[in-house]
Structures are given as C-alpha cells and as structure tokens.
T-cell receptor, first 111, second 114 residues
Framework: EAGVAQSPRYKIIEKRQSVAFWCNPISGHATLYWYQQILGQGPKLLIQFQNNGVVDDSQLPKDRFSAERLKGVDSTLKIQPAKLEDSAVYLC?????????FGPGTRLTVL | DQQVKQNSPSLSVQEGRISILNCDYTNSMFDYFLWYKKYPAEGPTFLISISSIKDKNEDGRFTVFLNKSAKHLSLHIVPSQPGDSAVYFCAASAVTQAGTALIFGKGTTLSVSS
C-alpha cells in the first residue's frame, strides 16, 4: 500500500513570496490533515478535510494560508505572502479512524 | 496552553535496558492516545495507541500505560535497541464537532547506545 506522498520535499523562498505544497493521501482515506511543525515543537493542526469539505480550519492563518482538496483526493496548501515565522515542516496526513498516517513533509525555509 | 506535555526533552538509555517515555495531558475529553516515532527528514510513524477505556496496551517490545486519574501515560520499550533512537511524540485525540485532529506534545529524543 502506497503511503502519503508530498512534494516538494524542500523549498527555500524569500519573505513575501508565495509557495504551494501538494499532498496525495493513502487511497480510500476520506480524512486529510495539514500540520505545521516548527523546530522543537510537535505538529500543530492547520486544517482538516473530510472528503472535499473543511471540518476544522480554526488554526489556519486565513489572511495568508489557503488550502483545498479537489475531488476529495489530492490537496494543496498555499502560503501568500510568506513570513519568516512560516519556516517549518509542513506535514500532510490521512486517516480512516484515529490512526493518522503521515507523509515525509515539506521543509520550508523563508529568508 | 499546552494540552499534551512531554516534560523530558531527551532520554539516554543503554541497549538492552528499558526506556520509559512519559506524557501528561490536561483535557479530560481526550479519549484516544497515540505514540508516534520520528526519524530525521521523515514524517512521524505510528507506533502504538490506547483507548481511554483501557489502562494498558502491548505490542511486542512496546507497552503503553494509561493512568486516567493522573492524566498520565507512558511508553515502555523493552529491550531498547539502537534502532529505537528517534524523537517520540505523544498525541491525544477527542471526537468533537470540529473533528478528530491530534494534539501533539513537543517530543522526547531517545538515544539508545550500544
């Protein structure tokens, strides 16, 4: 069974630029999550999708972050414009139940 | 306000000995707890979980204990192996109207020396 796929693995941008991350969840997993992990911290939820609908986006900085899940499968997370404090690893996860399966993450560095 | 706390940033253990990683939580609504293991440049990998209706769950070398009255759980690894060296995250979940997202602790870095 293929795992959660994410791209790119690494991205370096300057502040005020925009960036997009892509995630392909495990086939058949209806729930998809985006987490932000800052160095030295645990992952923090940004947004949760159930199929292609948003379940929880209460911690998503909506003035600069946006996310969508097309046709209930792939998802993209966008940051525009990026700030220095957005430097982090962005993790995508999918699940059928409590257990969530994580992708390798995208390490974003904002200069 | 940290709802899930891992107060030990690091732990060093010798190969063959027991590793005990601790986790405390504050939200009594949490009904499921999970431990994840993370290697550098990889995403977290699920290790073991426990429902709030149980006090122990065992899977091979890994055992998780839950003390609901103390709002405390621990992960025991016996015997510890060098390949167990990684960051271990404790996570908690509650089914709410908003969903079932996990709340993670900050992690404990385990180093197992041979």
């Amino acid at each position: 069974e293929a795992g959660v796929a994410q791209s790119p693995r690494y991205k370096i941008i300057e502040k005020r630029q925009s960036v997009a991350f892509w995630c392909n969840p495990i086939s058949g997993h209806a729930t998809l999550y985006w987490y932000q992990q800052i160095l030295g911290q645990g992952p923090k939820l940004l947004i949760q999708f159930q199929n292609n609908g948003v379940v929880d986006d209460s911690q998503l900085p909506k003035d600069r972050f946006s996310a969508e899940r097309l046709k209930g499968v792939d998802s993209t997370l966008k940051i525009q414009p990026a700030k220095l404090e957005d430097s982090a690893v962005y993790l995508c996860a999918s699940s059928l139940g409590y257990e969530q399966f994580f992708g390798p993450g995208t390490r974003l560095t904002v200069l | 306000d940290q709802q899930v706390k891992q107060n030990s940033p690091s732990l060093s253990v010798q190969e063959g000995r027991i590793s005990i990683l601790n986790c405390d939580y504050t939200n009594s609504m949490f009904d499921y707890f999970l431990w994840y293991k993370k290697y550098p440049a990889e995403g977290p990998t699920f290790l073991i979980s426990i429902s709030s209706i149980k006090d122990k769950n065992e899977d091979g070398r890994f055992t998780v204990f839950l003390n609901k009255s103390a709002k405390h759980l621990s992960l025991h690894i016996v015997p510890s192996q060098p390949g167990d060296s990684a960051v271990y995250f404790c996570a908690a979940s509650a089914v709410t109207q908003a969903g079932t997202a996990l709340i993670f602790g900050k992690g404990t870095t385990l180093s197992v020396s041979s």
